[in-house]
T-cell receptor
Framework: RKEVEQDPGPFNVPEGATVAFNCTYS??????FFWYRQDCRKEPKLLMS???SGNEDGRFTAQLNRASQYISLLIRDSKLSDSATYLC????????????FGAGTRLTVKP | ETGVTQSPTHLIKTRGQQVTLRCSSQ?????VSWYQQALGQGPQFIFQ???????GRGNFPPRFSGLQFPNYSSELNVNALELDDSALYLC??????????FGSGTQLSVL
């Protein structure tokens, strides 16, 4: 089983739609979780952290399910500018700062 | 922008050659991580440097080596280049933590 897995998509949604991505991780001792956004031919940029209590930033909500070992990202009211690849990152114990990435989920928002 | 700079932006090498990639970390950040990203894949962890010491390594052969300097800038060296080394090489800096701030990467092509 891969350390971090994501549904590669692509997800093609209309503007205004709500879309959700999941990311599963294999190490139950992982403690740090993040979502990154990567535009085509650009570097990944930190989107948000994921906490046990959930994390909301405007139209974006991230959640952690430790029992099932997955994190999720929900995007509400999708905009054209949300089109990108979304990468999840999970730490590999014992080091908190050894971050491993999923292969990414590609989102295209259409008019 | 993240303040993380990488050079060069593009590089073409032939099989068997050696290459050095450079990274200047964001001011105040003491940790540099290097990732390799093949087309359509997520970033793969190569290694991390913290205060000039290697602080973790992914599943890459010894011909991938690195350095970190007192000013926290870093180099990635790859010897005996292979065709499969063609990828985007990303440097990320952090303050000894998990939140990574990426440079724009070096696109390496091995012919």
């Amino acid at each position: 089983r891969k350390e971090v897995e994501q549904d590669p998509g692509p997800f093609n949604v209309p503007e205004g739609a709500t879309v959700a991505f999941n990311c599963t991780y294999s190490n139950s001792a992982s403690q740090s979780f993040f979502w990154y956004r990567q535009d085509c031919r650009k570097e990944p940029k930190l989107l948000m952290s994921v906490y046990s209590s959930g994390n909301e930033d405007g139209r974006f909500t991230a959640q952690l399910n430790r029992a099932s070992q997955y994190i999720s990202l929900l995007i509400r009211d999708s905009k054209l500018s949300d089109s990108a690849t979304y990468l999840c990152a999970v730490n590999i114990p014992p080091m908190n700062n050894d971050m491993r990435f999923g292969a990414g989920t590609r989102l295209t928002v259409k008019p | 922008e993240t303040g993380v700079t990488q050079s060069p932006t593009h590089l073409i090498k032939t099989r068997g050659q050696q290459v050095t990639l450079r990274c200047s970390s964001q001011s105040g950040h003491n940790t540099v991580s290097w990732y390799q990203q093949a087309l359509g894949q997520g970033p793969q962890f190569i290694f991390q440097y913290y205060r000039e010491e290697e602080n973790g390594r992914g599943n890459f052969p010894p011909r991938f080596s690195g350095l970190q300097f007192p000013n926290y800038s870093s180099e990635l060296n790859v010897n005996a280049l292979e065709l499969d080394d063609s990828a985007l090489y990303l440097c990320a800096s952090s303050l000894g933590g998990e939140k990574l701030f990426f440079g724009s990467g070096t696109q390496l092509s091995v012919l």
